[in-house]
């Protein structure tokens, strides 16, 4: 099935550092202050999900459709959040909160064909707040980069239909994997 990892190591600059980088005179205070963000928030919590390509997903070329790899994705995001203890049923019907996608972006670099084992990584790079971003790398059998994603989400309550920041049952479980500087 799928593994949980935490990657430990700092990422991004030192917080002195960040005012003097090139790119903060083009900057608005919305993207410096995501930046500090991230880089408070050094570790990511990372899911590893391994699945094959069916036929039926394939194309006339043997490529897995292109369409089908939104799908990837949204089995990488369950996975994680279910090695978590918790599942998109249960967030949905015992917590009474959806989330719904707001941007998906995909690149693909190579195709991936019938009967490959690939392997989804799941990255969620930094705590939620009022939305969700996973960031998707999806593997061939030979350890090849083949296809990265970035979907972002946010959160609904389901009985008043408006927009909430992350759930704090679901806060709770990513708290441990994320270190705050």
């Keep these: 099935a799928g593994q949980l990892t935490t990657d430990n190591h700092a990422r991004g ?3 002195g550092q960040l005012a003097t980088m090139p790119e903060a005179g083009r900057l608005g205070n919305w993207q410096l202050t995501k930046k ?12 590893i999900y391994q ?16 369409g089908h790899y939104a799908q990837y994705y949204e089995i990488g995001r369950a996975e994680l959040i279910r090695e ?6 249960d967030l949905e019907e015992v917590y009474g909160v959806m989330m719904p996608v707001m941007r998906l972006e995909c690149k693909f670099r190579l195709p991936a064909y019938y009967d490959e084992l690939l392997e989804i990584r799941t ?8 939305y969700i971003q996973f960031d998707q790398e999806i593997y061939n ?6 296809n990265t994603g ?4 946010f959160f609904v309550n389901i009985a008043s239909g408006q927009r ?7 806060h709770k479980k990513l708290y441990p994997h994320f270190e705050i500087h």
């Excluded at 990255?123 to 009022?130: D, E, G, V």
């Excluded at 059998?141 to 083949?146: A, D, M, S, W």
């Design 13 to 15: 600059r030192q917080a």
């Design 36 to 47: 500090l963000f991230r880089f408070l928030y050094k570790t990511m919590l990372t899911g």
């Design 51 to 66: 699945k094959r390509v069916r036929y039926a997903e394939t194309d006339k070329m043997g490529y897995l459709y292109y």
């Design 84 to 89: 978590l203890g918790l599942s998109y049923h």
């Design 123 to 130: 990255t969620l790079p930094f705590m939620p707040t009022r």
């Design 141 to 146: 059998p030979k350890g090849t980069l083949i």
């Design 150 to 153: 970035t979907v972002k989400l």
């Design 164 to 170: 909430i920041s992350c759930p704090e049952v679901l």
